[in-house]
């Protein structure tokens, strides 16, 4: 395999490489956005010097509910971490944002 600079990472490839070897992944959903609204992020990062709140957009969200730092550095490693899977991005946008807000509620702190 060739080294490629994480910049010019394509989600696209991974899928192809996955299925040449017969096994599947659960793609993200184009549009859906709900990964970068429902979740709160407690840390500080690029453009958002407060974090993020559980339901605030997130600056970096494009009018295509595309992340724009998606592949580059400033990008919160919370967000590089996580990775869309049924169990969290359900069968449709709806239904993923009620997983990630449930979720939410279930791990605030008391």
Known sequence: MSESSGANANPDDAQRLL????ASVFSC???CGACCIAPSIARPY???PNGKKAGERC???DDHNRCALFGKPERPQFCADLRAEESMCGASEEEAMAILQRWERLTEPR
């Open 19 to 22: 299925s040449s070897v017969g």
């Open 29 to 31: 959903r184009a549009g």
């Open 46 to 48: 690029y453009g958002m």
């Open 59 to 61: 600056a970096h969200l």
